[in-house]
């Protein structure tokens, strides 16, 4: 199955104007946005989010905890690889086809999902460039670091879920529409990755209670950790508070910094993460704060060493 | 006893975080209906507790009829701390004794700031 990985994530939501607030703040930019009716929130290469009203009788169903995420958008790769989604789908449940050819399902725990040839545009940005001894990955007088340096996010990474059901949501991920399982934190549950995806995931199961289904976080890719870095510390200057981060992951090795919203999930900037192809093989480990992570930091003001004594006194 | 703020410094129906030197968390105070509420910035969800707001002193859902854990999205009863939905059900927040003074000054019960 040739598919790319979430366009888009739907959101019905109970305050509009606050989440235009923290996810322009955040980098993404609001297309036809109104305070009544929500819009879209778009990263530099169109995947992002839609944000709704909660009752916005547009919206697929809620799920029944209350959790705001009401759809995923899956993008593939073209109309051959929609209709091999459709073909296998329909096997055993209802594929609505829409006017604007995308297709509409649910997965087996009732998560919402549509699927469309995917519009996201192809980015022709540098990564951000390291210099070490042995080998300079930039010219002499590119800078690396500048304080007003560009810091949008490039295009929306992945998605983290609460799921009640663990084995029959990885089958179906795995077994139906052939995602791959990267690695697995023992207990808590897979990552996952599309197969026209070389990202570590797209997709993270975390195992739950019924009473908590729904989206754990999502995060967009930054051009690098020195990005993430300044955009997080943007986000703290203007006053939003941050749940865990900055750090970086063990697992995908992507740098993280994850801020509370009024999504009611986890906004991630992630930046760095690992490629993987078929030849791969998945680790296991149980999920622990020395697995979840190679280092964490807390952020501080700004600081530095001077204002003591004069020299001489 | 910690003086966290005046009333007039607290609309009806909104909330407020407050840093209290010897707590390890800021305390929330939501006034609502006429009376003050103290609650520990302290999510229950996972060990230890993790502060809720999504910015500073955003402590309410969309409607501000319930204190709201941003991570993910537990809602809180503002009169008993009861969760009501998500992560939480089933967990409570921590009370905060308040005492508003006649020239309307809102404190810490003494000795709350040694917990
Ligand atoms: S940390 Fe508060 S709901 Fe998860
Ligand atoms: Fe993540």
């Given at each position: 199955m040739q598919i790319i990985g979430p366009d888009s994530l739907v959101f019905g939501v109970d305050d509009v104007p606050a989440c235009h607030e923290f996810l322009t703040a955040y980098g993404l930019d609001a297309h036809?946005?109104?305070?009544?009716?929500g819009g879209h929130f778009l990263s530099l290469d169109g995947t992002g989010l839609e944000i709704r009203r909660r009752d916005d009788p547009s919206l697929p169903p809620a799920l029944k905890t209350g959790n705001m995420l009401r759809m995923q958008v899956l993008g593939v790769v073209d109309e051959a690889a929609l209709e091999a989604v459709a073909a296998e789908l329909g096997k055993d449940r209802q594929v609505l086809r829409l006017a604007d050819g995308s297709l509409r399902t649910q997965d087996d725990q009732g998560f919402e999902l549509s699927f469309r040839v995917t519009t996201r545009r192809q980015l022709d940005l540098p990564a951000e460039k390291v210099n070490a001894p042995g080998d300079f990955g930039r010219k002499p007088n590119?800078?690396?670091?500048?304080?007003?340096m560009p810091t949008k996010p490039r295009t929306l990474s992945h998605v983290v879920l609460f799921v009640p059901d663990i084995e029959p949501a990885l089958a179906f991920y795995r077994?139906?529409?052939?995602?791959?399982?990267?690695d697995t934190f023992i207990g808590t549950g897979p990552f996952l990755r599309p197969q026209a995806n070389p990202d570590h995931h797209t997709h993270f199961f975390i195992r739950t209670p019924p009473y908590m289904q729904g989206c754990e976080h999502l995060a967009f890719h930054m051009g690098g950790p020195t990005e993430l870095m300044l955009a997080g510390g943007k986000m703290i200057k203007a006053g939003f508070e941050s749940f865990w981060g900055p750090g970086r992951h063990k697992f995908g090795s992507n740098w993280f910094w994850y801020f509370k919203s009024p999504l009611g999930c986890n906004v991630e900037f992630d930046a760095d993460m690992d490629t993987h192809d078929d030849d791969w093989v998945p680790r296991e480990t149980p999920m622990g704060a020395e697995a979840a992570q190679a280092f964490l930091f807390q952020h501080r003001d700004k600081w530095a060493p001077s204002g003591g004594p004069k020299p001489g006194h | 006893m910690t003086r966290l703020c005046h009333l007039d410094d607290l609309p009806e129906g909104g909330a407020r975080g407050f840093e209290v030197p010897g707590l390890a968390c800021k305390v929330i105070v939501v006034r609502r209906g006429g009376r003050v509420h103290g609650w520990r910035d302290?999510?229950?969800?996972?060990?230890?507790g993790t502060p809720m707001a999504w910015?500073?002193?955003?402590?309410?859902?969309g409607a501000g009829d319930h204190i709201a854990c941003h991570a993910h999205g537990a809602w809180f009863d503002?009169?008993?701390?009861?969760?009501?939905?998500?992560?939480?059900?089933g967990k409570r927040l921590i009370r905060v004794p308040l005492i508003v003074d006649e020239a309307g000054a809102v404190r810490l019960r003494p000795g709350e700031e040694r917990r």
């Amino acid at each position: 199955m040739q598919i790319i990985g979430p366009d888009s994530l739907v959101f019905g939501v109970d305050d509009v104007p606050a989440c235009h607030e923290f996810l322009t703040a955040y980098g993404l930019d609001a297309h036809d946005y109104t305070p009544e009716k929500g819009g879209h929130f778009l990263s530099l290469d169109g995947t992002g989010l839609e944000i709704r009203r909660r009752d916005d009788p547009s919206l697929p169903p809620a799920l029944k905890t209350g959790n705001m995420l009401r759809m995923q958008v899956l993008g593939v790769v073209d109309e051959a690889a929609l209709e091999a989604v459709a073909a296998e789908l329909g096997k055993d449940r209802q594929v609505l086809r829409l006017a604007d050819g995308s297709l509409r399902t649910q997965d087996d725990q009732g998560f919402e999902l549509s699927f469309r040839v995917t519009t996201r545009r192809q980015l022709d940005l540098p990564a951000e460039k390291v210099n070490a001894p042995g080998d300079f990955g930039r010219k002499p007088n590119q800078i690396g670091v500048w304080q007003e340096m560009p810091t949008k996010p490039r295009t929306l990474s992945h998605v983290v879920l609460f799921v009640p059901d663990i084995e029959p949501a990885l089958a179906f991920y795995r077994d139906r529409l052939g995602f791959r399982v990267t690695d697995t934190f023992i207990g808590t549950g897979p990552f996952l990755r599309p197969q026209a995806n070389p990202d570590h995931h797209t997709h993270f199961f975390i195992r739950t209670p019924p009473y908590m289904q729904g989206c754990e976080h999502l995060a967009f890719h930054m051009g690098g950790p020195t990005e993430l870095m300044l955009a997080g510390g943007k986000m703290i200057k203007a006053g939003f508070e941050s749940f865990w981060g900055p750090g970086r992951h063990k697992f995908g090795s992507n740098w993280f910094w994850y801020f509370k919203s009024p999504l009611g999930c986890n906004v991630e900037f992630d930046a760095d993460m690992d490629t993987h192809d078929d030849d791969w093989v998945p680790r296991e480990t149980p999920m622990g704060a020395e697995a979840a992570q190679a280092f964490l930091f807390q952020h501080r003001d700004k600081w530095a060493p001077s204002g003591g004594p004069k020299p001489g006194h | 006893m910690t003086r966290l703020c005046h009333l007039d410094d607290l609309p009806e129906g909104g909330a407020r975080g407050f840093e209290v030197p010897g707590l390890a968390c800021k305390v929330i105070v939501v006034r609502r209906g006429g009376r003050v509420h103290g609650w520990r910035d302290f999510c229950p969800h996972y060990r230890g507790g993790t502060p809720m707001a999504w910015k500073r002193d955003a402590y309410l859902n969309g409607a501000g009829d319930h204190i709201a854990c941003h991570a993910h999205g537990a809602w809180f009863d503002i009169e008993t701390g009861a969760c009501v939905q998500g992560p939480c059900l089933g967990k409570r927040l921590i009370r905060v004794p308040l005492i508003v003074d006649e020239a309307g000054a809102v404190r810490l019960r003494p000795g709350e700031e040694r917990r």
